[in-house]
């Protein structure tokens, strides 16, 4: 497990920075939206409460070193519009998965993509990693996009893997190396 700072990452766009308690109106908002969660491994929100039992969780990761995830927020101001979050931190073989969501006003203009470059460059290099994966429903089209243009490569598919409200997926396995994305 990684010893984690406090860390706020800057790029062209965007300000991507640790959650606080007060992110949880913003958080709730991300995760009850159908349309954000249509391929998560979990249902939407319904309750607020939830948001900030998911936000004491993410203050106890910080500090447990088992995940971490960052607000991304725009650099001009304003709530917290997505999340972007490294978890499962496997020392040994300096690995983690990554996850992501945006709230829908903002998809498609590549804020995705350009906070993923920077958090990919903060845990190759500040956290020493080695490889991060992603575990993807292959109907997500945007996500397996952004997966393949940050050079991602799919590694495998596996079948029946979630089942989310009843509904049975399958999951498109993808990973990328350190030496992958030095590459680019
Ligand atoms: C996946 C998600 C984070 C993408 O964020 P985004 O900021 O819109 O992505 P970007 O604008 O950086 O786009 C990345 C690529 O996906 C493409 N893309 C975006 N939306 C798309 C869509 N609905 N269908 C197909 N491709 C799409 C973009 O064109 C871009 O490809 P390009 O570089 O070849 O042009 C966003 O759609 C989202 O939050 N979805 C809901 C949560 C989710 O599914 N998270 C992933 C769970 S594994």
């Known amino acids: 497990m990684p010893q984690l700072k406090p860390t706020t990452l800057t790029t ?4 991507l920075r640790w959650l606080t308690a007060d992110d949880a109106a913003a958080q709730f908002a991300l995760f ?10 979990s249902a939407p929100w319904t309750d607020l409460a939830q948001a900030r039992a998911a936000i004491e969780q993410v ?7 088992t995940s971490l995830r960052f607000a991304i927020t725009l650099r001009d101001g304003g709530a917290m519009i997505g999340n972007i979050r490294l978890y499962d ?25 350009e906070a993923m470059a920077a958090v ?11 490889r991060v994966e992603a575990d993807i429903d292959p109907r997500n089209a945007a996500s397996q996009k952004l997966l393949e243009r940050m050079s991602f490569e799919p590694e495998g598919y596996m079948r029946e893997r ?19 994305w030095e590459a680019r």
């Open 12 to 15: 062209e766009r965007l300000t």
């Open 162 to 180: 979630w089942i989310v409200n009843g509904e049975v997926c399958d999951t498109e396995f993808y990973g990328l190396l350190k030496s992958d």
């Open 59 to 65: 203050l106890a990761e910080y500090r447990d070193g």
């Open 120 to 130: 990919l460059d903060y845990g190759f290099a500040e956290l020493n990693l080695n």
């Open 89 to 113: 931190f496997f020392d040994q073989n300096r690995r983690c998965d990554i996850g992501y969501a945006l709230v829908q006003a903002h998809w498609g203009q590549g804020y995705l993509a």
């Open 32 to 41: 009850s939206d159908p349309e954000v969660m249509r391929y998560w491994s």
